[in-house]
């Protein structure tokens, strides 16, 4: 289906039935797989043929639906994983061990921050974290000899920045490592790095992909570009024999389409078993039908909030990369021409003293930890999800404490903005 729109392989792409299957991808609800002899089960054991053994691997509605999100991307293989933590995780974690390094933009969701700078130095991985702003040569001075993966989010996680994916691209590319992008505030509807330069891509599926707060998720994606055996030295793991999987090297027996994808299954799916349930998967598979419509009126309400916001007398600041004059509209205009996504985020003039009465006076907006949602939901950080921090420690960490992040649902971005404006008025 590569030679389809994008429209239609939301709708029909990954799956397609035989005569008398069903119509909808199936949920195979099983954990084991029957074979008539030892022989036939050991071939799959041995990579040597096609199948499943075991869901803890791979089941056959995953497949089916990171087939899916394989041909949105435009790469050549996925997996789904339990969330979007585990495909950050299993992204980086498969190329890079202990001893080894990594550049990551500081722009990134802080729970993929926490995991890199602090779980993932407790293994022996360093990360140097570089500003998506900063100049070829300042992020040309991060790069070490040990250095294995450059990582970034399109739009990042609250921050709302944009990364400059050509620019990180060609950095990765001239020290022989890949570029890792975490595409989920975009989705391949907006924005598809690979055509960038980007060879690696994930997503917390349970974002826009879901798109209704039903099923937690994420996915890797594998461009299937970037060259490991012209690079062998910095990816042993690929280009060296693998003893648990009878001395298979992964570059040269599924090539640069299939290596990663098939490396980060036998062996770190296999030992983490970070998989992602066939009923999600199925739930994720609904979502995904229907996101090359939801995402246009996401991106139609954000705008249409973000410009209100703009030039409310109660509003200091909005970040909104579709704003004239917002510090990522031209890298928008480059990378996110059709839209960006439906969250704005926004500061407001009183801080704490107004956050307050504006949260509480909210009808449609819901507060949640949520985002990227068919409802519209809202977080005011300094008053939950960094309670424990001072406005002075909230303004060094660039969340000031009369920050609001509102993520625009489907709903009727007149509803939203009268909603946004009684708020605004319960503020003194």
């Given at each position: 289906?590569?030679?389809?729109?994008?429209?239609?392989?939301?709708?029909?792409?990954?799956?397609?039935?035989?005569?008398?299957?069903?119509?909808?991808?199936?949920?195979?609800?099983?954990?084991?797989?029957?074979?008539?002899?030892?022989?036939?089960?050991?071939?799959?054991?041995?990579?040597?043929?096609?199948?499943?053994?075991y869901t803890r691997l791979q089941n056959?509605?995953?497949?089916?639906?990171?087939?899916?999100?394989?041909?949105?991307?435009?790469?050549?293989?996925?997996?789904?994983?339990?969330?979007?933590?585990?495909?950050?995780?299993?992204?980086?974690?498969?190329?890079?061990?202990?001893?080894?390094h990594v550049v990551a933009s500081s722009?990134?969701?802080?729970?993929?921050?926490?995991?890199?700078?602090?779980?993932?130095?407790?293994?022996?991985?360093?990360?140097?974290?570089?500003?998506?702003?900063?100049?070829?040569?300042?992020?040309?001075?991060?790069?070490?000899?040990?250095?294995?993966?450059?990582?970034?989010?399109?739009?990042?996680?609250?921050?709302?920045?944009?990364?400059?994916?050509?620019?990180?691209?060609?950095?990765?590319?001239?020290?022989?490592?890949?570029?890792?992008?975490?595409?989920?505030?975009?989705?391949?509807?907006?924005?598809?790095?690979?055509?960038?330069?980007?060879?690696?891509?994930?997503?917390?599926?349970?974002?826009?992909?879901?798109?209704?707060?039903?099923?937690?998720?994420?996915?890797?994606?594998?461009?299937?570009?970037?060259?490991?055996?012209?690079?062998?030295?910095?990816?042993?793991?690929?280009?060296?024999?693998?003893?648990?999987?009878?001395?298979?090297?992964?570059?040269?027996?599924?090539?640069?389409?299939?290596?990663?994808?098939?490396?980060?299954?036998?062996?770190?799916?296999?030992?983490?078993?970070?998989?992602?349930?066939?009923?999600?998967?199925?739930?994720?598979?609904?979502?995904?039908?229907?996101?090359?419509?939801?995402?246009?009126?996401?991106?139609?309400?954000?705008?249409?909030?973000?410009?209100?916001?703009?030039?409310?007398?109660?509003?200091?600041?909005?970040?909104?990369?579709?704003?004239?004059?917002?510090?990522?509209?031209?890298?928008?205009?480059?990378?996110?021409?059709?839209?960006?996504?439906?969250?704005?985020?926004?500061?407001?003039?009183?801080?704490?003293?107004?956050?307050?009465?504006?949260?509480?006076?909210?009808?449609?907006?819901?507060?949640?930890?949520?985002?990227?949602?068919?409802?519209?939901?809202?977080?005011?950080?300094?008053?939950?999800?960094?309670?424990?921090?001072?406005?002075?420690?909230?303004?060094?960490?660039?969340?000031?404490?009369?920050?609001?992040?509102?993520?625009?649902?489907?709903?009727?971005?007149?509803?939203?903005?009268?909603?946004?404006?009684?708020?605004?008025?319960?503020?003194?």
């Amino acid at each position: 289906m590569s030679n389809y729109k994008i429209e239609t392989n939301c709708v029909q792409g990954g799956y397609t039935p035989g005569n008398g299957e069903p119509r909808q991808i199936p949920i195979v609800q099983s954990t084991t797989f029957k074979y008539a002899t030892s022989e036939d089960m050991g071939k799959l054991f041995d990579l040597e043929a096609n199948g499943y053994f075991y869901t803890r691997l791979q089941n056959p509605t995953n497949d089916y639906v990171a087939a899916k999100i394989a041909l949105l991307e435009g790469g050549t293989a996925a997996m789904l994983t339990s969330s979007g933590q585990a495909a950050n995780f299993y992204a980086v974690f498969n190329i890079a061990n202990c001893g080894d390094h990594v550049v990551a933009s500081s722009s990134i969701y802080g729970g993929t921050f926490n995991l890199f700078s602090v779980t993932m130095a407790k293994m022996g991985i360093e990360f140097t974290f570089v500003g998506p702003d900063c100049t070829e040569a300042e992020l040309e001075a991060a790069f070490r000899p040990n250095t294995k993966a450059v990582f970034g989010e399109t739009i990042a996680n609250p921050a709302l920045t944009v990364l400059d994916i050509e620019k990180f691209a060609k950095a990765a590319h001239a020290h022989g490592v890949p570029l890792i992008v975490d595409n989920t505030f975009a989705t391949p509807v907006n924005c598809r790095p690979i055509e960038w330069g980007a060879d690696i891509v994930t997503h917390s599926t349970t974002k826009y992909m879901d798109g209704h707060g039903v099923a937690v998720g994420g996915c890797i994606v594998d461009g299937g570009k970037f060259d490991w055996m012209a690079h062998a030295d910095k990816f042993p793991g690929l280009t060296t024999p693998d003893d648990s999987y009878h001395g298979i090297t992964y570059a040269e027996k599924f090539g640069k389409e299939g290596a990663f994808i098939t490396k980060c299954t036998a062996q770190l799916m296999r030992d983490f078993g970070s998989i992602q349930s066939p009923q999600h998967a199925f739930y994720l598979n609904l979502g995904l039908e229907s996101l090359h419509v939801r995402m246009p009126r996401h991106c139609e309400n954000g705008q249409a909030v973000a410009e209100y916001l703009s030039k409310h007398p109660k509003v200091a600041k909005v970040t909104y990369c579709g704003l004239p004059g917002d510090k990522y509209y031209e890298v928008g205009q480059k990378y996110l021409p059709n839209g960006s996504c439906g969250v704005v985020s926004f500061e407001l003039k009183g801080g704490r003293a107004a956050a307050g009465p504006f949260m509480k006076a909210l009808k449609l907006a819901a507060i949640e930890t949520h985002v990227a949602d068919a409802r519209t939901c809202c977080l005011n950080p300094a008053s939950s999800t960094h309670r424990q921090m001072t406005d002075e420690q909230l303004a060094a960490a660039g969340i000031p404490a009369g920050l609001v992040r509102l993520s625009c649902g489907l709903e009727s971005s007149a509803d939203l903005i009268a909603d946004l404006a009684q708020a605004l008025d319960q503020i003194d």
